[in-house]
Every structure is written in C-alpha cells, then in structure tokens.
C-alpha cells in the first residue's frame, strides 16, 4: 500500500520533525531531493537529505511543526503547507518561525521542496 504525496508530507512534518524519527525520514526522502529557493536551488543526496534533519535537530532542544493549512493537488505529486514552528535552543532560548511550502512527493518520496525563506513569528 502506497501512502499519498499528502501523507508523506504530513508525516514529514508531524512525525519525522515533530518526534524524530531519523528512520521515517530515511524512508521519505528520495534517492535526491531538490531544494528550490528564489534564484537557486541545491541537489542533496537521500544521505545529505536525511543529515539535514538530523544536523538541523541537534541545535535544539524542542522542535513542532504545526500545520496551519495542508493543500494538496489534484497531480497526486505536490502537496502545499503552511506552518509555524516552534523551537527550544540547547541554551533554553525560545523562537517561532513560520513560513510556506510546496513539496513534490513521487512514489511516496519527497523528491522536490520550493520554499523562499521563513521568518521568525506567528501567522496573523
């Protein structure tokens, strides 16, 4: 049983981030996955996806992606997310971060990420 690009992406967020689960992420990211920003874009390999999780984590103490809206697309490919995050640093200081993204998920793996940055806050 295949899971849908939506369930990826929820998974993602909700378990790999939220509980993490390095496993999970091993399982999600694809054999490459590709980081689109304004004017640039950066090929990581499924290792270098998975350690970017992994790396990000070790910085903080807590880490919650909540999922204010989740869009997915009639392609059954990009599933469209709007979160924010918040987050404990090791030295107990707190932060939220909200932002936008898209993600593009074939045969169950995340292959693609469009994402132009975050900023540091709630949604209004």
């Not at 990826?8 to 689960?21: G, I, M, S």
């Not at 971060?97 to 806050?121: A, D, H, L, P």
């Amino acid at each position: 049983m295949s899971r849908s690009a939506r369930e990826v992406v929820e998974l993602y967020n909700l378990v790999v981030w939220n509980r993490r689960d390095f496993s999970l992420a091993a399982e999600l990211m694809g054999d490459s996955v590709i980081r689109h920003d304004v004017g640039e874009s950066t090929t990581l390999t499924h290792q270098q996806a998975v350690a970017r999780i992994v790396d990000h984590w070790a910085m903080f103490e807590t880490i919650r992606f909540d999922l204010n809206l989740v869009v997915a697309g009639d392609d059954g490919e990009h599933v469209a997310i709007v979160y924010q995050s918040p987050m404990t640093l090791k030295d107990g200081s707190e932060m939220t971060i909200s932002s936008m993204e898209i993600f593009r998920v074939v045969e169950g793996r995340i292959t693609e990420v469009w994402n132009c940055g975050y900023k540091q806050g709630v949604w209004a």
